[in-house]
């Protein structure tokens, strides 16, 4: 058996990664603040407190609650009513660890996050841009014709789900479900939350009112953004849980560093060894 040198993530994405890891957590605890002004969801032009919210994060004044449509949960002492650090009752959606500023300030937060807003934008754009020039998007996430198969797609599903991701030479690319991921977040995800953010600016409604057509309304915009959010969320946890399990050292290795790893490289004729 021969082996055969791969690089495992290049530059760009590297720079990417990391930036993004720390504008994307400084981006979701100044949002979580900001919702903390007005904790429900509406879809449609507007919304208010008489008006009937679709998800709903407060407080009975005794217990914190969560309401999705008609169904309730108790939240207390994680949201809608909580402690703070000096174990005063703090009557917010999102408790003080989990928002910039820790403390109440709407200001603050909103300044937060229109500046790392922008940075997320342009970042995303360079980030398309280089990828299109330098191979990735077409050496490393474009799905080719057999991947989109059922036979192919089921079975990464299925060593996804019996936690085997193989020591061949498949490491050194993306299999099918990732694939799919990155495409769903970078050049559908983002951009969502991108678009869904300028339509709930007066000032971009001014210049584009087409986008408050495309969303329904800029209340319908800010339900999709809170929904973008909590996706993008749910997908860094399976992220991490997925480097944890295929080895944190060696993943963050790649990602830093961008290390060349040796996989088996097939024998003459198209075999794997």
Request: proline share 4%; hydrophobic share 50%; no cysteine.
């Amino acid at each position: 058996m021969t082996q055969n040198v791969a690089k495992r993530h290049r530059l760009a994405t590297r720079i990417w990664h990391w930036a993004n890891a720390l504008v994307a957590t400084i981006l979701l605890m100044s949002g979580l603040m900001i919702f903390n002004a007005h904790p429900q969801l509406y879809w449609g032009d507007f919304g208010s407190r008489e008006d009937y919210a679709w998800l709903q994060i407060d407080d009975t004044r005794t217990t914190g609650f969560v309401r999705i449509g008609s169904a309730s949960f108790e939240t207390t002492g994680v949201l809608g009513l909580s402690l703070d650090a000096y174990d005063n009752v703090r009557r917010v959606a999102f408790p003080g660890w989990a928002t910039i500023p820790t403390s109440y300030d709407l200001a603050a937060a909103r300044r937060w996050h229109f500046a790392f807003a922008w940075i997320f934008a342009l970042g995303l754009t360079a980030f398309m841009l280089v990828s299109l020039f330098n191979g990735h998007i077409r050496k490393d996430l474009h799905v080719r014709r057999a991947e989109w198969h059922w036979a192919a797609l089921w079975s990464d599903i299925k060593d996804h789900v019996r936690l085997r991701f193989g020591n061949d030479i498949r490491i050194s690319h993306y299999n099918i479900l990732q694939k799919l991921s990155y495409i769903g977040v970078i050049f559908l995800l983002l951009p969502l939350l991108i678009f869904t953010g300028i339509t709930m600016s007066p000032a971009m409604n001014a210049a584009w009112p087409w986008l408050l057509d495309l969303f329904g309304g800029r209340q319908s915009a800010r339900s999709l953004h809170f929904i973008g959010a909590a996706l993008l969320v749910l997908f860094v946890v399976a992220h991490l849980i997925m480097v944890l399990l295929t080895g944190p050292i060696k993943g963050i290795r790649s990602m830093i560093t961008g290390r060349p790893i040796t996989v088996p490289k097939p024998h003459h004729g198209g075999k794997r060894p």
